[in-house]
């Protein structure tokens, strides 16, 4: 056979032999306790809404989201084996019935010991432009790691400690090589597959979503009455949610209309809410020094909040009731206050303006306000996220 025909059919056979082995699932691996389904689940294909169209994406070029590697992900996510006695995992602060966020105001790590800062929710981490109450990171694949190695929550702080218990267990291989092409064990691989699952984990399946596509017609009296006060109130000048920004219907015969020019500006940044006149935690202070941010905090999305308290950095408020009493009355004024939360002309929130006094804004909603206040906020709950199988505990 001419030698130039040979080398041209070898490479076609070559590439033949390479599509068909992509084209075939790969094996899933077994082990005792852990039972995942034997066709890979679908974490690539996300598909938001409309609504989320113009959200920033944290997604680096270089670590896409992959079925196989958001599977590895998950798996990691839920052993304890990132621990440093093996009791405790990411979903023991962060539990899917809770939208991945802890029962406790502050959790429990692998020592007994409790952590400083009440866990915050893991979802829509794909749109997020920094992590942790002090937004001390602005990498999703740098945040999943720092819990690993903190000597509170789980306790690895030495790279070769923790890529030998997982090169302990014999289901890690083939994940490995499912996920990045060979099993070999990384600090990156590790960071790379936990990154993934995490930022697949999507919540857009709520009432409050449906409203958005059908001017809220599915939404009753009360919660369109708490719609109608979160607008007024202006409470989305700091918790954005998406479609909000092109609200434009009637409630009880008066306009519901979005007041801001830019919404998204606010959706993921920092506040002082007047929690104290002293913080003892000063937020963001104790990762920059600079007195301005002395009891900043990250702002969080109030998506799923029937589901994530207690509420605040330190989980000082039980109930959505507290957290609307402190807006209403116990707002303190700190020198760092945000001027969201600033009298302007008056003091109730249908007059509360940017500039004003400096003295805190009293929102003054009464009780019947407040109850439809949270029965709004009982439409962001998202029963598909708590139940999906594929953001479960693998091990049984």
Known sequence: MNTKRFIFLSAIALITGLWAACSIERPQPTAQNLQLPEVVDNYEGITYPQSFKNKPDNTPIANPITNHGATLGRVLFYDGRLSLNGTTSCASCHHQSKAFSDVTAQSVGFKGDLTKRNSMPIFNMQFLESFFWDSRVNRLEDQVIMPVADHIEMGIDKEEVLIAKLGSAKYYPQLFENAFGDETISMERIQNALAQFVRSIASYN??????VKNEFANFTAKELEGLHLFTNAQC?????????EQLNILNNGDLIENSLDDISFFGDSQANIGLEKVYEDKGMYEVTGSLSDVG????PNLRNLELTGPYMHDGRFATLEDVLLHYNEKIEPHRNLDFRLKSGVGNTYEDAA????????????????RDALIAFFKTLTDQQLI?????SNPFN
């Not at 139940?387 to 953001?391: A, L, M, S």
């Open 206 to 211: 709520s009432k409050f979503d449906e409203g």
């Open 236 to 244: 989305q000048s700091c918790h954005a949610l998406e479609g909000i």
């Open 296 to 299: 900043r905090f990250k702002i």
């Open 354 to 369: 940017p500039t004003g006094n400096g003295q805190p804004v009293q929102f003054d909603f009464n009780k019947e306000e």
């Open 387 to 391: 139940t999906d199988d594929k953001y």
